[in-house]
């Protein structure tokens, strides 16, 4: 286990932010976490525990305990013919996994290729793209009660997965520790899904595999989302907005080349980043703050920016985007501090 007094998180945020944490601790397996969370001092300070931090933004130093997994591992627990089921340790990097299963041939993830971050927090915060979310695929996840410290199996329904939401982001629900996830991948009769945006194009002329559509979605994403080891960002700011059938209806009258999704219940997801280029803010910067280039939704630290100089400029841009059309964006980002 190791453990750091005032250390800095600069690397432990894709926004590269230069903030410190009163302490650091990172665990290798469940017994250590165990050990933390039983704890005196750790349950007397208020803690954080963050996975590959690329949703996070530090508004401050962190005058607590930064808690972060090393639990690493890719073991096939069940196999048939037609699929397997892969538990993965929470610490292990996402893109990991799916190129260790596109490399295999094996379906279900490859459309979440190159998405920064870690398992664990993978599965907790539904990620997607490309018409795939890992809902889709999660069977269950491991994890710790932080408060009695028990171990707990979610089966995908008990997680409550919807649109960037799972049941271990409800505040209101007692805070738990990933610590495996288990995946179901398809090893023939895959069902690929490529029908998203430039997702067909490239793709054009190809035989369909895994691999083939992971080659794809790396390119696509290279092309239009910056690098955070070069540009520092969060990838989307915002989450997509869902909107009732009333509103959008008003909205596509006015606005008819307005993209936007079906949802749920007959709701309609609208493009943030559509919305927030509308509003004239893409490619603009704000001292060491812009709104990238390419992709709107996505706020990049050109060098040296703050916390609350992004948190400025996303309020500005919620402001602007709620006065123009009367949606409210909701962050993806989590805001510590
Ligand atoms: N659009 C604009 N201007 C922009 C950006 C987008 O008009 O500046 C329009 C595009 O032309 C397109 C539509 O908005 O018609 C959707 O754009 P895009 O395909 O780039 O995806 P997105 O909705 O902006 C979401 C996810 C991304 C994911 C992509 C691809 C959210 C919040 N974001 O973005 O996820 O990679 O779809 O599936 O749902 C992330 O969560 O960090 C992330 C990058």
Redesign the pocket.
């Known amino acids: 286990m190791k453990i750091e007094q005032n250390y800095s998180l600069e690397k432990q945020n894709t926004f590269h932010l230069p903030v410190m944490a009163r302490w650091f601790m990172e665990y290798e397996t469940e017994e250590e976490l165990q050990r933390i969370l039983r704890d005196e001092y750790f349950q007397e300070c208020s803690s954080l525990h963050i996975g590959g931090g690329s949703n996070l933004l530090f508004l401050n130093d962190y005058n607590g305990i930064i808690v972060h997994s090393l639990i690493k591992g890719m073991e096939v627990v069940e196999e048939t013919t037609d699929q397997v089921i892969l538990r993965v340790g929470a610490g292990e990097l996402w893109d990991d996994v799916v190129a260790f299963a596109a490399a295999k041939e094996w379906g279900g993830i490859e459309n979440l290729s190159h ?1 920064p971050g870690e398992a664990g927090a993978a599965a907790l915060q539904n ?5 795939a979310e890992i809902k889709d695929v999660i069977q269950t996840v491991e994890a710790y009660n932080q408060l009695t410290f028990e171990k707990r199996i979610f089966t995908n329904e008990e997680c409550q997965y919807s649109y ?1 939401y799972s049941f271990f982001k409800n505040e209101q629900n007692d805070p738990y520790i990933i610590t495996y996830i288990t995946i179901r991948l398809t090893k023939n009769h895959h069902v690929f899904h490529t029908d ?2 430039l997702l067909n194009q490239a793709l054009e002329g190809q035989r369909l595999s895994p691999a083939a559509i992971r080659d794809a979605v790396i390119r696509i ?1 290279q092309s ?2 910056p690098d955070p080891e070069q540009l520092g960002n ?3 700011f ?3 907005p869902i909107i009732s059938p009333e509103k959008y209806q008003q909205l596509k009258n006015e606005y008819p080349d307005m ?1 936007s999704y079906p949802a749920a219940d007959g709701r309609v997801k609208v ?4 919305l ?2 509308q509003c004239g803010f ?1 490619g603009q910067s704000h001292g060491a703050v812009a709104v990238y280039e ?5 706020l990049v630290n050109l060098g040296g920016a703050t916390g609350d100089e992004i948190a400025l400029v996303a309020e500005s841009i919620r402001d602007t985007v709620f006065s123009r059309f009367g949606v409210e964006l909701i962050p ?1 980002v989590r805001y510590i501090g």
């Open positions: 998405i990620i997607g793209a490309y018409g960037r998203y945006g994403r239009k989302l969060a990838g989307s915002f989450m997509n993209p493009s943030a980043g559509w927030i280029e893409k390419k992709q709107a939704l996505v993806e």
